[in-house]
């Protein structure tokens, strides 16, 4: 399985603006912050969708998003949760990006993908780990996993174009499913 070391430096600075941001995000209720580190997940595989590069960035998103968690059971939830979004999210883009422009399906996928990584995450800690967090699943996923896939589906409007654009003029490919 080769790699191409420009794409795996390119891919850890998204892992690492997205560490940052995740770090510096308020906990909003019992917490729990918005995943603002998804959104650099999904530009990584948007713009490199290929497994191999899926398969690191999940897992390294998934460890740097359990060690900078403040909820109770985010870690062992992070972990979970993050690999089979990764997935989950390629596999959209490989089932959609024949049928529509990427500038069109990234903040809709993006959407989709934060609600699949919050329902995984919410699951997880609730019904698998029992943590108690004083609100149930529905109230949890309108309070934190909606604005999180908002300020993520603007997050991918905005820079996912300019991203394309940068690439197309790089020496770094951008690498078809």
Not at 90 to 101: D, N, R
Request: proline share 5%.
């Amino acid at each position: 399985m080769k790699m191409d070391t420009r794409v795996l430096i390119l891919l850890s600075l998204f892992i690492g603006i997205g560490t940052v941001l995740h770090l510096v995000m308020p906990g909003v209720l019992f917490g729990m912050k918005p995943d603002l580190q998804l959104a650099m997940m999904f530009l990584g595989i948007l713009l490199f969708p290929r497994a191999k590069y899926v398969l690191v960035l999940a897992v390294a998103t998934g460890l740097l998003t359990a060690l900078t968690t403040t909820m109770p059971g985010g870690q062992i939830s992070n972990i979970i949760d993050k690999p089979i979004t990764a997935f989950a999210f390629f596999g959209l883009y490989v089932l959609f990006s024949k049928m529509t422009k990427n500038a069109v399906l990234a903040p809709i996928m993006t959407a989709l993908g934060t609600m699949i990584s919050g329902a995984i995450f919410l699951s997880v800690a609730l019904f698998i780990l029992g943590v108690e967090l004083g609100a149930g699943f529905g109230a949890l996923f309108a309070t934190v996993v909606i604005p999180a896939t908002i300020a993520n589906s603007i997050i991918i409007l905005v820079v996912y174009p300019i991203l394309q654009a940068i690439m197309k003029r790089s020496t770094i490919s951008l690498q078809k499913a």
